[in-house]
């Protein structure tokens, strides 16, 4: 189990993320026009630079829903390979068979 106060801080990342999506989105879009004056442009770039740190999107760190691990994780399922064959173990993933051999 990872440390609540890591899962915490993540959870706080992602809160700051969708809090500052679109004014990071806009000022990107300003940043990467070449038909605004460059002045404009440093502008944008310097408000965007002023945004809080962890409201960017690659300051999260995907961690395991079940566990808070942060490695061995698979995207699609949400889940660290740990938590995935322990509850595969139990029966309570559908279809997900144990090999033995």
Do not use: F
């Not at 700051?16 to 004014?23: C, H, I, T």
């Not at 000022?27 to 944008?44: F, T």
Request: one cysteine or more; charged letters at 35%.
């Amino acid at each position: 189990m990872a440390k609540k106060s890591a899962i915490e801080k993540n959870k706080t990342r992602q809160r700051l993320v969708k809090k500052y999506a679109s004014k990071r989105d806009a000022l990107r879009a300003i940043v990467k026009d070449q038909s605004v004056p460059i002045e404009e442009r440093i502008q944008a770039q310097l408000k965007l630079s002023s945004l809080p740190r962890n409201s960017a999107p690659s300051r999260v760190r995907n961690r395991c829903e079940i566990s808070g691990r942060p490695r061995g994780y698979y995207r699609k399922l949400k889940m660290s390979r740990i938590a995935l064959r322990d509850l595969g173990s139990a029966g309570q993933i559908p279809g997900l068979v144990k090999s033995s051999w």
